[in-house]
């Protein structure tokens, strides 16, 4: 392990998970995720292996099966996950968000039914707010779920499902009119639906349908799907919390932990592209000597390092504030924005240390050089991100008088 990116402060607990995580990356993921990348093939053995590890219950209660772990323990995690490959990370990300959901807003029945089989990764978790025709305007979202008796009929068209087909439990948002009148603002009218399916796509059960996987352009393995609800029917008792009107704070409380969780990943493929560049440049021969001896290459190295490190310390310090129970939103949105703009910076500039070979899909950069683009549009657009830290930062300096 280099000095980039240490957290100062871990109890024995904390380093011992680290280690074992760094472990099973640099032998179960590293060595296979390129060519798993090249194929966008599920990593079966590797989710399996996050299986064992507890890894799907890091965060959850002890109370509930999990180990009760932090979020600042769980974001290093992930961390070191992207920096094996970034699609591992996303498997684990949405997973946690909707146990952080259920954690924080779920009803006590909610929380005994689906936690101990979340921690085991028997349950694997979801969720839904995009749709086709907007992305982080929330608040316009059109499906729509109606009551009929003990049941909720939803209706409508979601998109950028990360875990779309392999998971079992999408929380899933609507809109729902019920009980508040004419005029009420947009997202006081929404509602977190707690929707149980079988893996799989096609019709994976009545009224919901998952369409095949999105082709993108990086970020391949992980599952990115649509899902189509037409007339599919919800128990009552499946609204989280109970209550309807409370599913964007809901959301926006998840999503907090989820641009936690994508500064993470930003730091760990940030990570892998300065060992990447920083072990090529010492290889590497040009007029006579390592290109790492060039003063152009030293400088290249310099920033990428200086990046490194200034991401990983405000991913640490927003992880560790939503710990403290404080509000996070500032520097989760700081850190989120952030993290990866350097992790493209980072990515390209390794990229560059490599020449021509970078462009070669034998080697491990190409791949980043893929995968990094998505961190500045998930869980918010780096302009929202921007548009979140400004108002926060008027909050709290708003002239007096």
């Given at each position: 392990m280099g000095r980039l990116a240490q957290t100062d402060g871990l109890t024995?607990?904390?380093?011992?998970?680290?280690?074992?995580?760094?472990?099973?990356?640099?032998?179960?993921?590293?060595?296979?995720?390129?060519?798993?990348?090249?194929?966008?093939?599920?990593?079966?053995?590797?989710?399996?292996?996050?299986?064992?590890?507890?890894?799907?219950?890091?965060?959850?209660?002890?109370?509930?099966?999990?180990?009760?772990?932090s979020l600042l323990t769980y974001a290093l995690c992930v961390e070191e996950i992207a920096r094996g490959w970034m699609s591992v990370s996303g498997i684990v990300n949405t997973h946690f968000i909707v146990a952080y959901m259920l954690k924080q807003h779920g009803t006590r029945e909610q929380r005994e039914y689906f936690l101990p089989r979340m921690a085991t990764g028997e349950v694997r978790g979801a969720f839904s707010m995009s749709e086709p025709g907007l992305g982080s305007d929330v608040s316009a979202i059109t499906s729509k779920g109606v009551r009929e008796g003990d049941e909720y009929v939803l209706n409508g068209q979601k998109m950028w499902l990360t875990n779309g087909g392999s998971s079992t439990l999408v929380a899933v948002l609507c809109r729902t009119d019920e009980g508040h009148p004419e005029g009420t603002a947009p997202h006081k009218s929404m509602t977190t639906f707690l929707v149980e399916k079988e893996p799989g796509f096609g019709q994976v059960k009545p009224g919901l349908t998952i369409p095949g996987k999105i082709d993108k352009m990086g970020y391949k393995g992980v599952d990115t799907t649509e899902l189509i609800m037409d007339g599919l029917r919800v128990p009552a008792n499946r609204v989280l919390g109970g209550a309807t009107g409370r599913g964007f704070y809901q959301m926006m409380d998840g999503v907090e932990v989820g641009r936690v969780n994508v500064a993470a990943r930003g730091c760990g493929v940030a990570q892998r592209a300065f060992e990447l560049g920083v072990s090529y440049a010492q290889q590497r021969q040009t007029f006579g000597k390592p290109i790492a001896q060039h003063q152009a290459i030293q400088f290249k190295l310099a920033e990428m390092g200086t990046k490194v490190e200034a991401a990983h310390a405000m991913m640490v310090n927003a992880a560790r504030k939503k710990d403290s129970g404080q509000r996070n939103d500032l520097e989760a949105g700081m850190a989120k924005y952030l993290a990866s703009e350097y992790c493209k910076e980072v990515v390209e500039d390794a990229f560059r240390i490599h020449g021509g070979y970078g462009f070669s899909k034998e080697y491990e950069i190409e791949r980043l050089y893929r995968e990094a683009p998505m961190l500045l549009i998930g869980e918010g657009t780096a302009e929202i991100q921007k548009m979140i830290i400004g108002r926060r930062l008027l909050e709290e300096y708003r002239l007096q008088g």
């Open positions: 024995d607990i904390q380093r011992e998970i680290l280690a074992t995580v760094r472990e099973f990356v640099d032998k179960e993921i590293l060595p296979v995720a390129t060519e798993l990348e090249h194929r966008d093939e599920y990593p079966t053995r590797i989710v399996e292996g996050l299986k064992e590890l507890g890894l799907f219950g890091l965060m959850i209660p002890e109370e509930y099966g999990g180990l009760g772990e």
